[in-house]
Structures are given as C-alpha cells and as structure tokens.
C-alpha cells in the first residue's frame, strides 16, 4: 500500500469551488480502482489550504489514477484555483494506529 498527500493552496475566492469539485469528484476518485481510501483535510489555521489523504493498493494503481482522463479533468480545473504551488508525498506505511 502507498499513501499519498497532496497540499494545496488556494485563492481564498476559489475555496468554495474547489470544495463543489471535490464533491462532485469524491465518489468516482474512492471508486477508482486501487483506490482504498480517500479523505479531504483543511488546515487548521489557514482556511485556504486543504490536504488530500488517499490511500492507494500499490504506485502503479496510484500511477494509473494519474494518468487518466478523471485525474487528468479534476486536476485541470482544481490547478486553475491555486494560489501556491501544490505539494506531494508518497509515503509507506509503517504503523497502524488502532
């Protein structure tokens, strides 16, 4: 399993439509295939940047998602809303907190 994070900043004035893209989008990306999980976070201080937490069965289903037609669309209009440029991370795994 592969965990990815992606922070993004937004333009304040595009936090309301990105948040309508993320809901519009969120069924199709946690029903992509490899996908195992999928969470939006907000920072707690700033209200302009969020975090997406998703949790992918391998790289190549992570790297699937990436390359294809839904990512590609969801990417292009959430990319027009940034004020900064965005940050990732792909991370193991390596304890479970029960």
Not at 62 to 83: E, M, Q
Request: with cysteine; aromatic share 16%.
């Amino acid at each position: 399993m592969i965990v990815r994070i992606v922070q993004m900043t937004f333009q304040p004035e595009t936090v309301p439509a990105f948040l309508e893209l993320f809901e519009e989008r969120k069924t199709m990306i946690r029903n992509f295939e490899g996908c195992k999980h999928l969470e939006l976070w907000q920072d707690a201080h700033a209200d302009n940047v969020f975090f997406t937490y998703s949790i992918w069965e391998s790289e190549q289903y992570l790297n699937h998602y990436r390359f294809s037609g839904l990512f590609k669309d969801t990417w292009a209009k959430t990319k027009a809303l940034f004020l900064e440029k965005p940050q990732a991370w792909s991370v193991n795994q390596r304890v479970v907190l029960q």
